[in-house]
């Protein structure tokens, strides 16, 4: 894996190495890299314990680790999925969803802990529209959602009820 100046790191209480390959499954050019055991002790466990994986999404390096519990994940820091169209949309809502919660806005949280947003890329050029009654209509249709549907966000946009 080629080394990055800046790499997103994740601490799983456990099961990082299996969370990397759900997400390596979901989003093409993925991959888990290495899954390496600690082979001295560490203040999480000791040898062989804590697990740290290196794995790619959509070609971006990532590393993980399972060294016991410390902070939960939460949405202060979290990956957003944008998408081309609904059916893509779909996909990655219902996969990433696959024994987690769906939360309001298009947001959830994986069965692992992490949480995502899976945003149609269409969105962002509505929300910014210099048009800023549509720009508020479609965040107002947003507010409405969980899953977002794109359908219904052109539709507020374009000045008709979501």
Not at 24 to 39: K, L, Q, T, Y
Not at 41 to 67: C, I, N, R, T, Y
Not at 70 to 88: I, T
Not at 119 to 141: F, I, K, L, N, Y
């Amino acid at each position: 894996m080629k080394i990055q100046k800046i790499t997103p790191f994740l601490w799983y209480a456990e099961k990082a190495d299996e969370a990397a390959a759900f997400y390596a499954g979901i989003f093409p050019e993925s991959r888990v890299n290495a899954v390496n055991a600690m082979p001295v002790e560490s203040p999480s466990g000791p040898p062989g314990s804590v697990k740290v994986v290196e794995f790619e999404l959509f070609g971006q390096a990532f590393v993980a680790m399972s060294a016991g519990p410390l902070d939960p994940f939460n949405h202060a820091v979290s990956f957003v999925v944008n998408c081309d169209d609904q059916a893509e949309v779909d996909r990655y809502w219902n996969a990433l969803l696959e024994g987690g919660t769906a939360e309001q806005c298009g947001w959830l949280r994986d069965r692992y802990g992490l949480c995502w947003q899976i945003v149609p890329s269409a969105m962002g050029r509505m929300m910014s529209s210099p048009d800023r009654a549509a720009a508020a209509r479609t965040a107002q249709a947003m507010m409405t959602m969980v899953k977002f549907d794109i359908a219904a966000l052109q539709k507020a946009f374009a000045g008709g009820a979501a």
